[in-house]
């Protein structure tokens, strides 16, 4: 069956069966290999990408669910002002070991970011719970996301004295 997605803000046409998850689609399909198969379950979230501005596992979510959702991927996410700063912010950290599962991590952490600005720790364990890292780099990783929320505050602050 042939579907049309908004990935990244470009449209793409793909001929794929209705079962076929939403990760495979990004994947084999449109060659966006950042998101990655972990489970296949929604167990680790290896896989998280953004409908919608939400994050969702895509190993699970077939194409046919997905609809005239926006899909972002960590391919895409680096051009948003919170994408932008959480990438500045993983580096600076050094969150990064394997790596295997930072795209599942950063996605979800920029979907904490959109809506709420200032996470303590409970946000953001609770945000990033189902996010696994197999190199147990969990403090780095909170780090990074209290340092790009830092950074945003700076930013505005910044600007308001302008």
Known sequence: MRYTLKVNGRTHAVDVDS???LLWVLRDS???KGTKFGCGAALCGACTI???GAPVRSCVVPIAAVGKSAVTTIEGIGSTPIGARLQKAWLAV???QCGYCQAGQIMSAAALLARNKAPDDADIVAAMDGNLCR???YMR???AIKQ???DEFGSAAA???A
């Open 19 to 21: 079962d076929t998850p």
């Open 30 to 32: 449109l060659d966006l």
């Open 50 to 52: 953004h409908l919608d």
């Open 94 to 96: 050094d969150v990064v």
């Open 135 to 137: 190199c147990a780099t």
């Open 141 to 143: 990783i909170r780090d």
């Open 148 to 150: 790009a929320a830092k």
């Open 159 to 161: 600007q308001k004295k």
